[in-house]
């Protein structure tokens, strides 16, 4: 596996895990409005690609227990063919002693750019970045933005928000 | 001790909203004036401050804001560790605390106000009078038409006025009167109007808003309405509108939201203001043989990392202003009498009071969609005034915009419960969607009555620069306690009209009251009150009606630590008022008259 399959097979179990099209791990791109403080977030060209973050959480990933746990992962999924789903392989990767809880690691890393080592049970230890908070993905899923990077016109939050499908693209 | 013969017009410890109000009005009318503050100088811009934010897990109050070793303050870190008790940890000394003291505040150019969530109510007229009229507490010496009524300005403005004017208050008069005069007391002067229109209601304001129509708690009317704001509802004095970053407290990223900072720079353009930051005020000096205080000592440090204090240093001011907040002032109050005769007053740091916050939370029986706007933009009123109050604290309700960000650290604690369940996938996207887009929080805050008991003194123990610390002596009483009973019965016919599913549970906060059974989380509001109260003589009070000292003629008190009570409003606008008023008295000593 070379470092663009291993990113690509890292996305789609990722988008399996997630619930969330890898489409959809692209921010938001709402033109103009972005607010011109946050510098460090990136450009908007930078913005649009969807993988920026997937190689810093690889690298969480390969940092802990030797990097076997998402060696091993990869590596199945990798190897998954039909008729089995990848919801199945998840099935059985959640009962695992390590497998399962990389895989929960992997959710919060992407819904709250947060790194919570697999061994540590819920005791968070970083914020991965600014960029990893502001397009982290449990925002979209409220149809909402994070809290201090709203991106909205005034008033916005008197109307109903757009749909669901409209923040993010549910995997089937 | 070096010398310095510069004499200033006024010395002003602290760069608060009284502070800086206190520089641009006494600055305008072309004294000099220095500012002493402890903490940091006005930062550039915010982008380094709410990169600080993103970037701490806690998401504090205070994340924003580094630590500073110099100039530390009373904050969440140290209520949320087992060691709240341990007066060799942190910095407030809560060794003796009934109940921890829960408030917290920054040390800094520009104040706590940094991290307000920008409530801008008015005190109601019977705040001002609670003894004479439900025979609690006490009397303020002033009454609310001499801050809401009289004409203080050419232009007839009073002095809320002038403070709604320079915070810039969203709101509409028509909204802040329903139900009032009870009494026939006009709230506002006939032509006023505020700044700027009303912050538009949330779509779970709009919720709340039609299912409390017609509702009764105790035979008083409730309603709903939309909470005076310093937040822009347009662009106003070169800041633009909001854009509902759901992230007033702790840092507006784009500074819709006003903060001290506004009216410091506008201060600075006077040629008579100066500033000294990274200045700790350690002393008050008397003029020997007189009641007058001759200067402020203070020291200085050049970085918060290093061993680097100066010695100490004077500044000399004609007038004097204390306006640090209701626990630096009385602290620095208090350090001045050790090893001389002077402030010897016992009421210094008395009558620490605070809005006990009691907070509800649920889901509501559709979306309502919560995470978006301000962090509040309406409230529940009618339960602020009542002849009840002969018998427990009056409540202002404000409904939260931020979901279960306050109970449970959301958004991140829902998503964890159900990973760790082993939810993911669609289900995980439909079932956070469905608990997150119905999330409510509501919080009473409580009127606490003064008690001389709940009071600021000095530590044994010493901060990094040599100083005591504050020590606090705290608790809420029967009053307050009635008052948590009585607002969880509201929250239960509340939640059962509206179809809120409850959720709320006991958290072990170290600040819970347990009374009749009854077990009530509260939090602090941040509105320390009371230290330094105002009043008719030294015998119950520290300072007068114009906010000076009973004891120094020119030594006067500016904040939150005057209130004589504290009512249910946010004092913000309450205090701004004041230290307009402070400087119009300052400026008619300053001519002789």
């Known amino acids: 596996m070379d470092v663009n399959q291993r990113e690509e097979i890292f996305l789609q179990l990722s988008a399996s895990l997630t619930g969330i099209a890898v489409s959809s791990f692209a921010p938001i791109d709402r033109g103009a409005n972005i607010p011109g403080q946050i510098a460090k977030v990136g450009d908007l060209e930078a913005r649009n690609s969807p993988i920026r973050l997937a190689p810093v959480y690889l690298q969480l990933l390969d940092s802990w227990n030797d990097g076997k746990a998402i060696e091993e992962a990869l590596a199945r999924t990798a190897a998954i063919k039909a008729p089995r789903t990848i919801q199945e392989l998840i099935n059985e990767f959640m009962q695992h002693a390590e497998l399962g809880p990389l895989c929960k690691s992997i959710i919060k890393l992407w819904y709250l750019g947060v790194w919570y080592a697999p061994d540590q049970h819920g005791i968070a230890s970083h914020v991965v970045s600014s960029q990893a908070y502001v397009e982290s993905l449990v925002w979209k899923v409220m149809q909402a933005h994070p809290a201090g990077y709203s991106m909205g016109v005034f008033g916005h939050w008197s109307d109903i928000p757009p749909s669901l499908d409209s923040f993010v693209t549910i995997v089937k | ?593």
């Open chain 2, 1 to 593: 001790m070096s010398k310095n013969e510069t004499v200033y017009d006024v010395v002003i410890v602290g760069t608060g909203i009284s502070g800086a109000i206190l520089a641009k009005e006494l600055g305008g009318k072309g004294y000099s004036v220095l500012l002493l503050e402890a903490g940091v100088p006005m930062p550039h811009g915010r982008e380094a401050l709410v990169e600080n934010f993103f970037l701490d897990i806690r998401k504090l109050p205070e994340s924003p804001f580094p630590d500073n070793k110099f100039a530390p303050s009373a904050n969440v870190k140290d209520l949320i560790t087992p060691s709240v008790r341990d007066p060799s940890h942190g910095y407030l000394d809560q060794s003796d605390a009934t109940i921890p003291f829960g408030s917290t505040y920054e040390r800094r150019a520009g104040g706590t106000m940094w991290h307000w969530m920008g409530t801008s109510l008015r005190f109601l007229p019977n705040d001002f009078r609670m003894k004479d009229t439900y025979g609690r507490g006490t009397n303020w010496p002033i009454a609310y038409k001499e801050l809401a009524i009289e004409s203080r300005r050419e232009d007839g403005s009073s002095y809320y006025d002038l403070a709604e004017d320079e915070i810039g208050v969203s709101a509409n008069v028509a909204d802040q009167t329903i139900g009032n005069p009870k009494d026939g007391e006009p709230l506002y002067r006939s032509s006023r109007k505020y700044p700027m229109p009303a912050i538009p209601l949330s779509t779970v304001d709009q919720f709340f808003k039609n299912g409390v129509r017609g509702m009764k708690f105790d035979g008083l009317d409730v309603w709903h309405y939309a909470t005076p704001a310093g937040r822009n509802s347009r662009p106003y004095k070169n800041r633009r509108a909001c854009a509902g970053n759901t992230n007033c407290v702790p840092i507006c990223p784009i500074q819709a939201k006003y903060d001290p900072t506004v009216t410091l720079h506008a201060a600075f353009n006077y040629r008579g203001v100066f500033a000294h930051f990274q200045s700790i005020a350690t002393r008050l000096l008397v003029r020997e043989g007189t009641n007058e205080i001759d200067s402020v000592e203070f020291i200085q440090y050049g970085s918060s990392t290093e061993k680097s204090l100066s010695p100490p240093q004077i500044a000399r001011g004609r007038v004097v202003v204390l306006a640090a907040n209701g626990i630096e002032t009385p602290k620095l109050l208090l350090n001045s009498g050790i090893g001389n005769r002077h402030f010897k007053n016992g009421n210094i740091g008395r009558n620490l009071m605070d809005h006990p916050f009691y907070i509800r939370w649920g889901l509501a029986p559709e979306k309502v969609y919560p995470y978006r706007g301000p962090l509040s933009t309406g409230g529940l009123d009618g339960l602020r005034d009542g002849a009840f109050r002969k018998d427990r604290s009056a409540f202002r309700i404000e409904i939260g915009n931020d979901g279960w960000r306050l109970p449970k650290s959301d958004p991140a604690d829902t998503l964890i419960d159900l990973v760790d369940k082993n939810v993911f996938g669609k289900d995980l996207v439909l079932q956070l969607n469905d608990i997150l887009t119905r999330q409510v929080r509501i919080g009473f805050e409580l009127e606490q009555l003064p008690d001389p008991n709940n009071r600021v003194s000095l530590s044994t123990h010493k901060d990094a620069a040599g100083i005591p610390r504050p020590k606090i002596q705290y608790s809420v009483s029967e009053y307050e306690s009635k008052g948590f009973a009585a607002a969880a019965r509201l929250t239960n016919d509340l939640f059962a009209r509206l179809g809120i599913d409850d959720k709320s549970t006991n958290r072990d906060l170290v600040t819970t009251k347990e009374w009749q059974g009854g077990k009530y989380d509260f939090m602090g509001a941040g509105h320390i009150m009371g230290t330094c109260r105002m009043g008719i003589s030294s015998a119950d009070s520290v300072v007068d009606r114009n906010q000076r000292s009973h004891d120094y003629t020119n030594l006067f008190i500016v904040g939150s630590s005057v209130f004589p009570t504290g009512g249910t409003a946010n004092p913000t606008l309450t205090l701004a008022a004041l230290a307009f008023w402070a400087s119009d008295t300052i400026d008619a000593k300053l001519k002789g008259k």
